[in-house]
């Protein structure tokens, strides 16, 4: 079943998140600056679309409690050079969770690039599941499922099994 979405703003996308009521965003690099005020400054895990000055493709996932000044901070690090990649657009998907279902929800997804072979994690931190209660667990990967769904419709199978070799990097400075 396909999703409707709708245009907010110029090429800024909103969907809802099947599994819950979470809104999630796809924008373009250049619609970040008026993307502020319609998003809002809030808990999100966000992915980052970007090349590398090889043009290698990678994706990169994190949280933050505030998603637009984190993404600017973002732009602020390849700007400088401290970041080895240029994100060219990026999904946020608007949370309200408790801090620890938040961090569930982004090693999860990390976690699940790494083991469709997607990935070298560059941090080095090992995927360590929480102790969470089976109700808990169920209704957390049932909000994975939803962004994974959400990750095929707009063509950005990062979570995925590998074909023709393609692989994307999780890249993260230490």
């Known amino acids: ?6 245009i907010i703003e110029d090429s800024i996308r909103q969907f809802t998140v099947e599994g819950w009521n979470a809104q999630a965003y796809q924008l373009p690099r ?3 600056i008026g993307a502020s005020t319609l ?3 809030e ?7 970007c090349r590398d000055e090889h043009q290698t493709e990678g994706v990169y996932i994190g949280l933050t409690d505030h998603v637009i000044t984190r993404l600017l901070k973002h732009c602020e690090s390849e700007t400088d050079g401290s970041e080895g990649f240029f994100w060219h657009s990026a999904l946020i998907v608007c ?3 408790s ?8 090693r999860r997804l990390i976690h699940l690039l ?7 994690n560059l941090a080095g931190q090992p995927y360590a599941p929480p102790r969470l209660t089976r109700p808990q667990r169920t209704l957390l990967d049932s909000r994975v499922e939803g962004i994974r769904q959400l990750l095929r419709e707009i ?12 692989v994307l990097y999780l890249r993260r400075r230490r």
């Open 1 to 6: 079943m396909k999703r409707v979405f709708r």
């Open 30 to 32: 250049e619609a970040l």
């Open 39 to 41: 998003i809002g400054d």
């Open 43 to 49: 808990q999100a895990i966000y992915f980052l679309f």
């Open 95 to 97: 949370l309200n969770e």
């Open 99 to 106: 801090p620890q279902d938040a961090q569930y929800l982004c």
């Open 114 to 120: 790494e083991k469709e072979g997607h990935c070298v």
């Open 155 to 166: 063509h950005q199978p990062c979570l995925e099994p590998i074909r023709h070799g393609r």
